[in-house]
């Protein structure tokens, strides 16, 4: 059963999440006192899924994003269920607890080789999150989508220097108005955009240190 509380947390763990504050979104889930229900609550609106399909893209793509979402805080809800699980168990007749070992992350790292150094550019958010942006070279560009294509609907991170994101998972969610990823793909190699939000002004100082050239 779902208390206040726990919907409350959910609720702004889905918010962190759609602006990318990884950090924010676990601290939330972690204030979760029944995980296991929010999970089993979470599964169930994925069934309705097949139903998003008759709809129009304009709403089928910002159901579907919100479906991924879901998918996103179960996993991460899973994982801090499994790592609690594991460290409070030990192993039988030995008294020890296991260390538990997570499998490799296919990790995306941005280098400053693969970036336009005058594109560098930061934000400031109106709730004090910040964001930073730059175009990838032609050869930077290559590698992304390379990345992306590899790893489409796996669990992912991006490493920049020294800052480290946090794990997600990869799709192909298209923007309105754009009906396949050759399509998409074909007007993003014009502009080389990509930018990370919501992160902390620390993590934005790690993130533009990473991109700049020595």
Request: aromatic share 8%; glycine share 8%.
């Amino acid at each position: 059963m779902l208390n206040l509380s726990d919907i409350q947390h959910l609720d702004a763990a889905e918010a962190w999440l759609d602006h990318e504050g990884y950090c924010n979104c676990f601290k939330e889930l972690e204030r979760i006192s029944n995980r296991d229900d929010v999970v089993s609550s979470l599964r169930g609106t994925f069934g309705a899924r097949k139903h998003w399909r008759k709809t129009r893209w304009s709403r089928s793509g910002e159901r579907l994003g919100r479906f991924k979402r879901m998918l996103t805080l179960a996993l991460f809800l899973t994982t801090l269920t499994v790592f609690s699980v594991a460290q409070e168990r030990a192993v039988p007749g030995t008294g020890l607890v296991p260390e538990v070992v997570p499998p490799p992350i296919p990790t995306r790292r941005i280098v400053p080789s693969q970036i336009v150094q005058e594109s560098i550019h930061v934000a400031r958010f109106t709730n004090g999150a910040m964001g930073v942006g730059w175009t990838y070279t032609e050869a930077g560009a290559t590698n992304m989508l390379f990345f992306r294509e590899e790893h489409e609907g796996q669990t992912v991170r991006t490493v920049i220097g020294t800052y480290e994101g946090l794990p997600h998972v990869h799709s192909r969610e298209l923007p309105p108005g754009i009906t396949n990823y050759a399509q998409w793909k074909a007007g993003w190699l014009k502009h080389r955009g990509d930018k990370i939000v919501g992160v902390s002004e620390d993590d934005a100082k790690r993130i533009v240190a990473g991109l700049k050239s020595e």
